[in-house]
């Protein structure tokens, strides 16, 4: 590595370092005085308080590194411009392109950087964040299961419906199983008072059982029986049927892909959910995008007010950001988009305008 890229590299670290614990600082202050009624009036102590702002960090570090990024990019060029230091560059012979390449680096290790942060830290900080503010914040049972009721299950062929799911027996009320055949068609139906899941198999109580054949274009009705109490083949234990409640931010890619085919199977729309999922693999790019995008910004700043000029465009280009991503996001949670386009399109937009502002320049 030259000695202008190290220069370069370690003028954007520092200024990053100083830019994203400023944002830190004023998101913890923020936070606190925000919630300080809650503190004061639920006499949470202190060390709840401090355990809940310092596991609410990474998360909000992890939005915050786009942006200090970005304000790093254009006060790091925007000071070089300022003392004519690109000009001696240039003058000896190198393009803004290779002034612009290690800071492009350090954006993609920075994209690295932002994907490990939500990958692996965000997920159980937040949900530490959660399960104190929950309990010992709000003084409040946390919501384990998203669905205990009138709950909607699919499973290959078989559709399941019942009244009532009671995780801690073991038991289900109010059992309806649908069995279909290669051909979609009803071919069975099974309708339980209680469902008893003990040593491995489910035993069904007051169970109907309806046979179905097909002729002629529709089904009828082949055969019934009554049982008392009978052993029902289900492939699915008790915990198959449960779906715990949790935020997007709680999970890693591959816990939400997997969350994503249980919540399908009880009947939930997952756009929003895929939406989610596209995003945590996109965002992390964001980081790139705005180094991008402050090359070309930092480069047509004026020497006067450079620095306020800087940070005050920053500000403009990393908040619009924010906004038609927030915005492609909620218009592909509504199916308006669908998810991949409303995750992405943001990043295509802002990469283009980039690309075709930094051509401008050079």
Known sequence: MRIFQRYLIKELVQIFLLAIISLLAIYILLEFFGKLDDFIENQVAVKFI??????QA?????????????????LTLGSMGQH???????????????????????????????FSLTEYVVPPTF????????????HKKEKKLLNLKDVWYTSGRNIYHFN??????????????????????????????????????????????REFVYRDGRSSLDRFQHQDS???????????????QKAVEEMSIRELNHYIDKVKNIGINTDEYKVQLYNKFFFPLTCLVMVLLGIPFSLGSKRSGGFARSIGISL?????????????????????????????????????LGIFLLRRNI
């Open 84 to 114: 004519n230091e690109i000009i001696a560059f240039r003058s000896c012979g190198f393009t803004l392109y290779q002034l612009s390449l290690p800071l492009l680096i350090a954006g993609a290790v920075f994209c690295l950087l932002t």
């Open 50 to 55: 401090v355990l809940y702002l310092a596991n």
């Open 316 to 352: 403009v280009v990393g908040f619009s950001f924010w906004f038609v991503l927030s915005f492609s996001l909620a218009l592909g949670k509504a199916g308006i988009l669908s998810p991949l386009p409303a995750a992405i399109l943001p990043h295509g937009l802002y990469t283009g």
């Open 58 to 74: 990474p998360f909000f570090a992890a939005q915050f590194i786009p942006l200090a990024l970005l304000l790093a990019t254009m």
């Open 127 to 138: 949900a530490r964040a959660k399960h104190i503010k929950t309990v010992f914040v709000k």
């Open 230 to 244: 009978a052993a029902v083949a289900i492939n699915e234990k008790p915990e198959d049927f449960l779906i715990p």
């Open 164 to 209: 009532k799911l009671d995780p801690g027996s073991k038991t289900i009320q109010g059992v309806t199983i649908y069995r279909l055949g290669p051909s979609s068609m009803l071919v069975k139906r099974l309708d339980a008072g209680k469902l008893v899941y003990r040593q491995g198999r489910w035993v069904a109580r007051d169970l109907y059982i």
